[in-house]
């Protein structure tokens, strides 16, 4: 990559700036509305602008596929890319490693919080199974793990990480309409704080629309998206809670 | 429009139903010997009660079931010491609720005579079926009048959280050929021991369910239906903590379709096992008279179990399902059976699996609409992929005869619809329905071929699952976590404290003029 650093979007040749669009925009169906969004992916920077379609959605809408290309370019080098950083360890080594330094189990508390009632994603992390051929958390010695379900009040998280003195909490936010996964997230937060709990612990959060980025904005430890594997998720914790631990 | 068939062991299909009555005779017992909150409260909304109290808005029937509970009377149900008192002080029911939530205490007030009740409360429960009647006979005579659509309709989901955007978004769906609008309820509404009230602005994943909601959406249906000359139905759901409630206001509003589950609430929303089947009971009693459409959860149960290797789980549930809705006086015609097309699509032969667990669906209940849902499961961030699954899921739909076909939606991992997205649903669907018009009737499925086979295999194992099911009981078998790989204590779950067990005293006659007019009563 090194002698690219300049990107722009590919079609067919090199640096054709080749994109593809598609919108609905509040306006009548006809030739306005056509020049309206030719001048609005103008605006985006596209130029040879094609209305590859456009369709009528009654009542004052109309849906277009857009075809455009740009000049804009993303420089490569310039880019610091936020994920948490793992050493990939297979599961016996972590377990060998917890087991030698931290000398017993991590505690780990899960739970989907607030209204929120996805329990799959969580599951997938947590159980013995785990997700697409990759153990989850239950199956190494290395933890504990309490998997609290949906539908959990952050004030009852907070009880259980007391009860059972956790290490680490992991919460998993699917529904995100309305942003009230960052209500949810920040009324944790703000608990565990409250209750002098939030340096002790390692604080993880997880879910299809949930980047690294917007868990450490929300004072997180680190967030995983779609796809992540337990064997990520077991190796970031072990990393970071050895090091927190000093150990 | 013709359909394929193919055969069933029909022994097995006999015994299946036996066992099903059976599992739900046991559960029928004790639903009989209990009451709910929400059914004393629904009652008091037939009886007309409406309104809210206070800034808390708290809705008058909670205020009238809280103090009835204070005061200890609430095992008598809530119909006779609200009446009696409308008697004794010569006001209406409205009234005496108001008088209650302003402090009016039932304790101190004399008994009429028993003639006195019976004439006046007689009066009351015709009066409140036949406001219901009247509604069903006004939907009836609009979809006469405007002609219904060809099957399987096409059902749209519209869920803005804004009742007055969900509006456009819904009259844009119809005008692009939606024949059924689902507003989808607020995240965690089904916990809510109590119906908010009024037009609703702001909910997350959905727009809340009240009455005022449903009339909105009615009155922009019935605009739009009478536009394009085509009935369309209205659906919400009917379940959760206020089943009873909901199921009496969509009766007043007009609604066709309820989402309406003997045991989802139990099992995805933890709701206690007792509540939900005896509020089950009343909201589909309610449904059976209103002339309303339910359409049952199953294939939620297949975005949590793989939906090959518990394919016989849906089939089970169904069966049960079935049970509970005659026992409420249901006819086929209101079942909408749900199943769904989520197996893994890296399956080699999935479409086979699918058309066989389509078939199998409408073969056992052949007059039911039944409701077909979309992939969702296996629905990603890679939209075109997903356009294209939809496009096999309504070409299953169509070629096997189901009647309602809820329409993938693209963008399914990704965010509720926007506009366009249903609008892409639709053109996939008018497209293949087109197309495939016809194909169901020249099809003729191989006989003791895979999809025979295939079919008759979950039968057999959903036959062992109730087998086992009557064994245990009912309630055991879903501590056991046999639907959907979900555990539910009996003793837990949420709305426990809302059920309580009918005393000597206790009387209830709209519920018993319901069962009256249905031909259920036992
Ligand atoms: C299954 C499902 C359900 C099931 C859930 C069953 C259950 N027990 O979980 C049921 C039917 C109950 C359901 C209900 C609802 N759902 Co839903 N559901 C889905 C569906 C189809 C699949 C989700 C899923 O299981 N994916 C598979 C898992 C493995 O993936 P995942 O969650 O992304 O998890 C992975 C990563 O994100 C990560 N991860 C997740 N959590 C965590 C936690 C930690 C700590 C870590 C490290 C990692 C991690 O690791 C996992 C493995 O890689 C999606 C659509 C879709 N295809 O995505 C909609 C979807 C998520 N649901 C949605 C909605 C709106 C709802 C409802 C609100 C609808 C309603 N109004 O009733 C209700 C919610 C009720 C509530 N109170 O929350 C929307 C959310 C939209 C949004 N962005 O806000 C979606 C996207 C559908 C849609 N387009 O409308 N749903």
Redesign the interface.
């Known amino acids: 990559m090194s002698e690219r650093n300049l990107v722009r979007p590919y079609g067919d040749q090199m640096d054709d700036g080749a994109v593809q669009l ?3 925009l509040p306006v009548e169906f006809g030739p306005l509305a056509r020049e309206a969004a030719k001048k609005f992916c103008e605006k985006l920077g596209f130029y040879e602008v094609t209305i590859a379609t456009m ?1 009528d ?3 004052g ?1 109309t ?1 277009f596929v857009v075809y455009g290309k740009t000049d804009v370019a993303v420089d490569l080098s310039s880019i610091k890319v936020i994920a948490p950083k793992v050493q990939r360890l297979p599961r016996e080594k972590i377990d060998e490693l917890v087991l030698q330094k931290l000398k017993r189990p991590i505690v780990v508390v899960g739970a989907t919080i607030g ?3 996805h ?2 994603g969580l599951d997938s992390i947590l159980n013995m199974k785990g997700f697409h051929g990759d153990y989850g958390l239950e199956r190494y010695k290395a933890f504990k793990v309490y998997n609290l ?3 959990v009040p952050p004030i009852e998280l907070v009880k259980k990480v007391r009860e059972v003195g956790a290490d680490v909490v992991l919460v998993s936010q699917v ?1 995100t ?2 942003n ?1 996964h960052i209500q949810h997230l920040t009324e944790l937060m703000e608990l565990l704080y409250a209750e002098n709990l939030r340096d002790k612990l390692l604080v993880i959060v997880g879910g ?1 629309r949930i980047t690294h980025e917007l868990a450490l904005e929300l004072g997180y430890d680190a967030g995983f998206g ?1 796809g992540t594997t337990p064997s990520e998720v077991a190796n970031f914790i072990v990393q970071e809670l050895l090091k927190k631990r000093g150990l | 429009m013709g359909r394929p068939t193919i055969r069933l062991d029909s022994k097995l299909v006999e015994y299946a139903r036996s066992l099903a009555k059976k599992i739900t005779d046991d559960v029928q017992k004790i639903i009989d010997e209990h009451s709910t909150v929400s059914t004393e409260r629904a009652t008091l909304r037939l009886l007309g009660v409406d309104g809210v109290v206070g800034e808390d808005r708290i809705p008058l029937v909670n205020v009238v079931l809280d103090k009835l509970k204070e005061w200890n009377m609430l095992d008598q149900g809530a119909f006779k010491p609200v009446v009696n008192a409308a008697i004794v002080l010569d006001k209406d029911v409205q009234q005496i609720c108001e008088a209650i939530a302003d402090g009016l205490d039932l304790r101190t007030l004399p008994q009429p005579k028993r003639q006195v009740y019976e004439t006046f409360s007689k009066k009351l429960v015709e009066e409140a079926l036949a406001r219901i009647k009247r509604k069903s006979e006004e939907r009836d005579a609009l979809l006469q009048q405007l002609g219904d659509p060809p099957k399987p309709y096409k059902y749209l989901i519209v869920a803005t ?1 804004n009742i007055y955007e969900d509006v ?1 978004q819904a ?2 769906a119809v ?2 050929g939606a024949d059924i609008i689902a507003v989808i309820r607020s ?2 509404q089904s ?1 809510l021991d109590y119906v908010p009230y009024g037009a609703t602005t ?1 909910g ?2 959905g727009t809340y369910a009240t009455q005022e909601n449903f009339r909105i959406m009615r009155q922009a249906l019935d605009e739009a239906a009478r536009k394009v000359g085509r009935y369309i139905r209205q659906v919400n759901y009917a379940s959760g903590l206020c089943m009873p409630e909901i199921a009496v206001m969509a009766a007043l509003e007009g609604l066709d379709i309820l989402l309406n589950d003997a045991m989802y609430g139990i099992l ?3 709701i206690n096992m007792l509540r939900t089947f005896t509020d089950q009971y009343i909201s589909r009693l309610i449904c059976a008279y209103a002339n309303i459409t339910i359409n049952t959860g199953e294939d939620n149960y297949l ?2 179990a793989d939906a090959i290797e518990k394919a016989h789980t849906v089939t089970a549930s169904q069966l049960i399902n079935e049970q509970f809705a005659l026992k409420a006086g249901l006819k086929p015609q209101l079942m909408g059976l749900g199943h769904a097309f989520e197996i893994n699509p890296n399956v080699e032969d999935s479409l086979l699996y699918e058309i066989a667990h389509a078939m199998l669906s409408r073969e056992l209940f052949p007059d039911c609409p039944v409701k077909y849902m979309p992939p969702t499961r296996y629905m990603t ?1 890679n939209i075109f992929k997903g356009y294209a699954m939809n496009t096999l899921f309504n070409l299953v739909s169509s070629m096997t005869g189901q009647s309602i076909q809820l329409l993938g939606i693209l963008t399914e ?1 990704i ?2 619809p ?3 997205d249903r ?1 892409l649903a639709l053109v996939n669907a008018n497209y293949v329905f087109s197309a495939a018009r016809h194909l169901g009737d020249e099809i003729l499925f191989k006989p003791d071929g895979f999809i025979e086979k295939r079919a008759n295999e979950v039968l057999r194992k959903a036959v062992e699952l109730l087998e086992h099911i009557s064994d245990v009981g009912l309630f055991s078998a879903i501590e056991q976590g046999i639907f959907a790989d979900i555990k539910r204590s009996r003793e837990g779950g949420k709305g426990l404290e809302g059920v309580f067990k009918k005393s000597e005293a206790y009387e209830n006659p709209i519920r018993s003029a319901l069962e009256h007019e249905l031909g259920v009563r036992r």
């Open positions: 598609s919108f609905t369709e959605l009654s009542e809408y849906f209204t929120d009632a329990t799959i379900g949906a539908q529904v309409q309305r009230i299809p779609s | 959280g456009v009259r844009a005008f692009q995240t965690a916990l702001e997350y994943g995805f929303r933890d975005t949590t961030g991992a965010h509720t926007y506009m366009h609008y």
